[in-house]
């Protein structure tokens, strides 16, 4: 399953397929971008964080994919389970003066279909 | 080791109260932050604390107050609530230091101003 960005909030994805979460950033200066996850009721929890100069990095079941020229970020989840359901922020930053400015998307809602 | 804590977890107050949030973390963090989340706004930032004895207006400062208390605490006041200003707030705290940009969460309070 894929969701295009902003404009598509939900993603429904069966157990056990991949997911890929986008997100469409806006400063091309960021330095950092960063994936959270919120589960309800809970605060944002870091996921994965990539920086400008790469343009993929992986962790455990999770994989995120910089396109600088396009200014387009995504998050590929693994097998998703059926705890990978929640809300997926992205976040891009910006380091000035010591001070790193983080800028967040309005989420993407994952939900795992068993 | 408890990461972020934030109290109270649900208010409601009436317009015209005044209350403060309160936040504390036990990371030996030198940054600190507070954002707001709103339906379909995602996380934006009210004040922040870039290391003990500063704080800095974000996105949305008004009619918020923040105190850096000590390394540990950052609270967040609002004078005179406003129905504007039901939300769910998080305070954040990072290393502040280097390239890491993982933020840690708390838990999140529930606001209502009636």
């Known amino acids: 399953g894929e969701s295009v960005g902003l404009h598509l909030p939900t993603l429904s994805v069966q157990e056990g397929d991949n997911s890929i979460i986008n997100c469409a950033y806006s400063?091309?200066?960021?330095?950092?971008f960063i994936w959270y996850k919120q589960e309800s009721g809970k605060g944002p929890q870091f996921i994965i964080d990539i920086r400008s100069n790469m343009d993929k990095r992986q962790g455990q079941r999770v994989t995120v994919l910089l396109n600088k020229t396009v200014k387009h970020l995504s998050l590929q989840i693994a097998a998703t389970q059926p705890g990978d359901s929640a809300v997926y922020f992205c976040a891009e930053t910006l380091t000035s003066g010591g001070y790193q400015k983080v800028t967040f998307g309005i989420g993407t809602k994952l939900q795992v279909i068993p | 080791n408890a990461g972020v804590t934030q109290t109270p977890k649900f208010q409601v107050l009436k317009t015209g109260q005044s209350m403060t949030l309160q936040c504390a973390q036990d990371m030996n963090h030198n940054s600190m932050y507070w954002y707001r989340q709103d339906p379909g706004m995602g996380l934006r930032l009210i004040y922040y604390?870039?290391?003990?004895?500063?704080?800095d207006k974000g996105e949305v400062p008004n009619g918020y107050n923040v105190s850096r208390l000590n390394k540990r605490e950052f609270s967040l006041r609002l004078e005179s609530a406003a129905p504007s200003q039901t939300s769910v707030y998080f305070c954040?705290?990072?290393?502040?230091?280097?390239?890491?940009?993982?933020?840690?969460f708390g838990q999140g309070t529930r606001l209502t101003v009636v």
């Open positions: 604390s870039a290391s003990e004895g500063t704080t």
């Open positions: 954040a705290s990072r290393t502040g230091t280097g390239g890491n940009t993982e933020a840690f």
């Open positions: 400063n091309s200066a960021s330095d950092y």
